[in-house]
């Protein structure tokens, strides 16, 4: 919304601007220096805005009234027609107080100054020359300074008398720390905002330094008071802020001074929903700006919680009751904060889905409302229209707000009912009568209202009454109130087949020890959820199958029902989690070993439509940009969990069909890619940041001189769900050059540190699992070679020691992560050691001899590894990678080509992957067109077939009887190419 625009002034706001102008008539003074004289001197602009201003606000009238030479002053300065700069309103306090000699002087000091810009503000904001973002700055700017240079001021003065307060611990000198909450703490006050505070001490201890010592909680609650009383006292010169302390802990019969300790216990033990509420907007504003972010981080946990908070929209409803039963008692329905479509529903709105969610998208974590709004359009959590309607209403009531304000310097937010004050509030927003504006405010209010009940819509209103009762009837059976005969029976006319089996499943689930130690809440919780699971799953094709696979998720959740809340509150998240484990026990059981990932089920169109590789990087990289570089616990858990809810992305979307098998592994592999670079960009940070740069052999200083190197799956570009990464890591450093930092060691030593750093990143098992499995036997001498090699010792290993089988094994390799020169150089090393020409009789040889010691070791035995006379037996096992004329044939076949024919046809080393080299081998004319798609449709059936086994956690295998012409197919083309 845009600033409320300008209208004429009505004629019965006419007289106010009278008696404004003949303030400065009246002045006696002498005629070059009258009041008038100064007055009349102002351009008409001027005069136009000083007009309106005194119409509309009875306090700046009062002002003007008071102190004419005040507003001549401000005017003559200049500081009415232009906006502050940053610091210049602090300078100009600090410079008055320092002239102060007393608590008296203070307080008078202080008033004027606020008097003289707040009246500054209201003319701004009236004569429409700031916007609502910088009135609110401005009022918090000056709220903030006030704060803090009264306490500054204060403080030694305390000392003095007192002594300096003294940490018992620390034995370091203790200061207060102001926290403001609300919207001073958003930097959203309005232009009759009192102000919430909470103050705080780092620790315990005395005072030192005066004839009697004094425990430093009575020294800073003694402090507390005189700046409280600096503040809020009203005097001849009004008052500074009104001052509410009522969010400390236990409120008003609280001590007025806390410990951080102390604050840190009460919000873990004690604190309540709506105090996490509040706890959002906090900021320091006054006292120990250090201290002040030490306490911040202590109380995060309270506020953001780790996992999903759903219980947040529970607490929500509740305020939101209190606050309309307190509306509806006091005849407050035309209060524009707390009635219906009001201000206060934008907020709860915004802080639902902080608190919902803020623990793990940290860029939730701030404070202005309009700036989350902001932040909730472009991470997908309310669309755009909804979003725009929500700011322009929010705009809308806070301009309201302020002319309601502006008339008396007044803390209020009701609508008046005098008609005077109803033109004047018309005037100030811009429309020609009451009428016409409380229409506009009617269209807003019920735009806000709206979208309110969007997002805090009881799944168990009246509106959905046939749901409702159907999830009621399942509640006797969850309570075991029903027999055992007739909740079988029910359960049976329900669609379950062993219907015996499933109430016992039921019955172990309410009995067990996981639900009889829950607490209150939590068990109304699973009561509330068991039904509506029930009602869903009787609409499953396999409720027997669905049940089975769920209630280890319902157990594993049951004491952290914040999880259940979720579930309860989303009904379209509830039927995709039994949908999916329905489909896959491989997704019901990652999602009953890390519930986080139920997240990932609220947002059916990214659940299902995975983002392409450029968005998956960029993703990444901006979740981890919100974390402190020197937090490393947080960016292995954003990362483990970035890859937990990416892998059932893909998994989810493949059970539905909306990922082919050949997306599902280029995106299982661009997720790893893009792990790989972050897991790099980590590790090198980490290293150098203890031991220094490693140099070039020319002696400068490397900034990224290594690659990691992908082979197997993961190069060829066909991850599998749960596939593990081989990995070779290969560098470009000197490897007898030190590093250039304080802990200096040579370039072999730093190089080896890195590898073993990214393999601990990769490797190490926290709360949410491990990023992959990694196997480093491929590199150069295997388990016993070098962790990282240099690319000329690599080079001389492969060209000089290496074994065909490790050359058939570099037909796949790539460079995934690192230094992209050094990369390109890898590629050519890779080339030249591929092209080298090979005598193909010892290389048929070679292959084959390999292949068949892998068919002894790991094929099916009692069909010959799939070569015997019973191998096309249904009663027989076919092993879909490893019998002859499946998956490792394929490869075989696509690695002999790439090592007898490169040389003369380097185009088929262009890709790594099986399908487009078969594609090559076409295009040179090496493999007929024919032969070339029964190869590539084979691999990517069998592929297939073991990409659903592995969602369905079984092994690669299939009855013998399967795949009859694929195998037969592939087996015939091994021949040809004169493999045995």
């Known amino acids: ?30 005629p070059t220096e009258t009041l008038q004289a100064r007055f009349e001197a102002w351009p008409s602009a001027r005069r136009e805005s000083f007009a309106r201003v005194c119409a509309a606000s009875d306090f700046a009238l009062d002002q003007v009234s008071r102190d004419p030479r005040m507003v001549l002053a401000l005017a003559e300065q200049g500081l009415l027609e232009r906006s502050l700069v940053p610091g210049e309103l602090r300078e100009a306090l600090r410079q008055a107080l320092d002239a102060c000699a007393d608590e008296d002087g203070l307080a008078q000091a202080l008033r004027r100054f606020r008097n003289r810009h707040q009246l500054r503000i209201v003319w701004r904001d009236l004569s429409r020359q700031a916007d609502l973002a910088e009135t609110c700055r401005d009022l918090t700017d000056l709220a903030d300074c006030c704060i803090d240079l009264t306490y500054g001021w204060l403080y030694p003065r305390l000392c003095q008398q007192y002594g300096t307060p003294i940490g018992r611990r620390s034995g370091e000198a203790q200061h207060m720390v102001v926290l403001g909450m609300g919207k001073l703490g958003a930097h959203e006050l309005n232009l009759s905002s009192d102000i919430d505070l909470i103050f705080g001490y780092p620790e315990g201890g005395e005072t030192e330094g005066a004839r009697r010592s004094l425990d430093n909680q009575e020294f800073f609650i003694r402090l507390g008071q005189k700046l409280i009383k600096a503040l809020d006292a009203v005097t001849p010169d009004g008052f500074v802020f009104r001052v509410d ?213 009881d799944p168990d209103d009246a509106a959905q009454a046939p749901e409702q009762e159907q999830t009621a009837g399942w509640l006797p059976l969850w309570q075991g109130e029903l027999d055992d005969e007739t909740a079988c029976r029910e359960l049976a006319e329900a669609g379950f087949r062993d219907a015996r089996k499933a109430c016992e499943r039921l019955q172990g689930l309410r009995n067990g020890s996981h639900v009889r130690s829950m607490q209150r809440l939590g068990r109304e919780r699973l009561d509330t959820f068991a039904p509506r699971l029930l009602a869903l799953l009787v609409e499953q094709s396999d409720p027997d199958l669905v049940l089975e696979r769920v209630l280890p998720l319902v157990e594993a959740v049951a004491r952290r029902s914040a999880y259940l809340v979720l579930l309860t509150e989303n009904p379209g998240a509830l039927q995709r989690l039994l949908t999916l484990c329905g489909g896959s026990p491989w997704i019901a059981e990652q999602i009953a070993r890390y519930p986080l990932l139920l997240d990932e089920l609220l ?118 769900h749960g596939s593990d990464l081989d990995l070779v890591f290969i560098h470009d450093g000197d490897p007898v050059a030190e590093t250039d930092g304080p802990k200096a060691i040579d370039g072999a030593q730093f190089f080896m540190r890195l590898g073993q750093r990214i393999i601990h990143l990769l490797t190490t098992h926290t709360t949410s699992g491990q990023l992959y499995e990694v196997d480093m036997r491929l590199r150069p001498s295997g388990a016993s070679g070098l962790l990282v090699t240099s690319l000329s010792a690599y080079r001389e290993y492969q060209n000089e020691k290496a074994w065909t089988w490790e050359h058939q094994a570099l037909v796949r390799a790539r460079m995934l992560a690192g230094c992209a020169r050094l990369g390109e150089d890898f590629k050519q090393v890779r080339d030249a050691v591929l092209r080298h020409p090979h005598d193909n009789g010892k290389l048929r040889r070679e292959v084959c001899e390999m292949r068949a010691k892998m068919r002894d070791n790991l094929g099916t035995r009692i069909t010959a590894a799939g070569m015997g006379a019973n191998a096309f037996s249904a009663d027989v096992p076919f092993n879909l990678k490893h019998d002859a004329g499946g998956i490792v044939d394929i490869e075989f076949m696509v690695q002999y080509a790439a090592l ?81």
């Open 603 to 720: 947002n059916e169109g990214k659940l299902y439509n995975p983002p392409e590789a450029p968005e998956l990087f960029a993703e990444l990289n901006e979740r981890l940009m919100r974390i402190p570089e020197d937090d490393l616990e947080q960016q292995m858990e954003a990362l483990r969990h970035f890859k937990l809810a990416h892998s059932l992305r893909v998994a989810a979307s493949e059970i539905v069909g909306t990922l082919p098998l050949m997306k599902v592994s280029d995106y299982l592999t661009r997720l790893a890619e893009a792990i790989l670079g972050q897991v790099l960009s980590l590790a090198w940070r980490n290293v150098v940041a203890r031991y220094g740069r490693p140099r070039h052999r020319d002696g400068s200083l490397c900034d990224n001189a290594f690659i990691i190197v992908g082979y197997g799956k993961v190069g060829g570009i066909e991850l599998g």
């Open 1 to 30: 919304m845009t600033l409320p625009s300008l209208i004429d002034l009505p004629t019965a706001l006419l007289p106010f601007v009278s008696r404004a102008e003949e303030v400065f008539l009246a002045d006696a003074a002498g």
């Open 245 to 457: 302390m009522r969010l400390r802990p236990y409120g008003s019969s609280g001590p007025l001074v806390f410990s951080f300790n102390a604050l840190e216990q009460y919000y873990q033990d004690q604190g309540r929903d709506w105090e996490r509420y509040a706890m959002i907007k906090a900021r320091v504003v006054g006292g120990d700006p250090e201290a002040g972010r030490v306490l911040l981080e202590m109380l995060r946990p309270f506020v953001y919680r780790r996992y999903l908070d759903f219980s947040a929209i529970e607490a929500l409803r509740n305020m939101k009751q209190l606050i309309q039963q307190e509306v509806r008692r006091k005849g407050m329905s035309e209060n524009i904060k707390l009635g219906a479509g009001g201000i206060r529903e934008v907020e709860f709105i915004a802080q639902a889905f902080q608190l919902i969610h803020g623990g793990r998208d940290l860029s939730l974590q701030q404070r202005p409302l309009l700036g989350v709004l902001t932040t909730l359009e472009g991470q997908g959590y309310i669309p755009a229209q909804a979003v725009a309607e929500l700011a322009a209403g929010y705009r809308f009531l806070r301009y309201v707000e302020h002319a309601l304000q502006a008339i008396a310097d007044r803390q209020t937010q009701m609508l008046p009912d005098g008609e005077l004050d109803r033109q004047r509030v018309a005037f100030m927003m811009g429309y020609p009568d009451w009428g016409a504006f409380m229409q506009q405010l009617g269209y807003w209010r019920g735009r806000i209202d709206w979208h309110f009940q969007q997002v805090i819509a």
């Open 900 to 980: 007898a024919w490169s040389h003369q046809h380097p185009e088929l080393l262009r890709y790594t992957d099986n399908i487009r080299i078969l594609d090559g081998l076409e295009q040179v004319g090496l493999l007929p067109g024919e032969e070339v798609r029964l190869l590539q449709e084979a691999y990517k059936a069998y592929r297939a077939a073991a990409h659903r086994l592995s969602l369905q956690k079984q092994p690669g295998v299939v009855s013998g009887d399967q795949f009859h012409d694929e195998r037969q197919a592939v087996m015939r083309i091994w021949r040809k190419l004169g493999l045995c």
